[in-house]
């Protein structure tokens, strides 16, 4: 099993107990995220890696952080943690990738995130995982079009955005890539 299967797995492992742990059927999963029962007994089963779409939807649906579902793929909570150490996770048909700066660990509050999203990609969530979750985008390079419960905004190397999340939300690239840098308290 190389490392991207390992990752799936982990992944399917964790998303299965979280679902299971709470008394859901997958069905009951499938009605509360709008993922279909198909996708995500795929997913438990490590046949399909989902997008980020569809861990957005889950995250909303099982009230919990991105990072809380991305967990088992981060390495323990060390206080120097190098650049090559650091989890990653992508969505290669939806162009784009998510590194844990800093990963989630009990008794810190603020999560640092690396993302980068290849050009001509849209990525939308319907409901934030957790409501008024404070967000606060730097971005870094290329250009970026952030839609926040439905507020646009046209974002350039060095812009920072800060909000909190109650509804829906959507990333967006034209002609270029775009890396940004999200900070989540």
């Not at 709470?22 to 890696?49: C, H, K, P, W, Y």
């Not at 943690?81 to 009990?106: H, I, N």
């Amino acid at each position: 099993m190389d490392g991207n299967e390992r990752q799936n797995q982990a992944l399917a492992d964790h998303l299965r107990s979280l679902r299971t742990e709470r008394g859901l059927t997958l069905q009951d999963l499938a009605d509360s995220s709008g993922v279909s029962r198909a996708t995500l007994s795929r997913i438990e089963n490590a046949d399909v890696s989902p997008t980020a779409e569809t861990l957005g939807r889950l995250a909303s649906a099982f009230g919990l952080p991105l990072s809380q579902l991305l967990a088992p793929l981060e390495p323990e909570f060390p206080p120097l943690l190098r650049r090559a150490e650091q989890g990653t996770w992508s969505d290669p048909d939806g162009g784009f990738v998510r590194r844990s700066v800093s990963p989630p660990a009990s008794g810190l509050k603020l999560e640092m995130i690396e993302c980068e999203i290849t050009p001509n990609q849209r990525i939308s969530y319907e409901r934030p995982a957790v409501a008024g979750h404070e967000h606060h985008l730097v971005l870094l390079d290329g250009a970026l079009t952030l839609t926040v419960d439905d507020e646009r905004y046209e974002l350039r190397p060095g812009d920072c955005l800060r909000y909190r999340l109650f509804g829906a939300s959507s990333f967006e690239t034209g002609k270029h890539s775009a890396r940004y840098l999200i900070a989540l308290a």
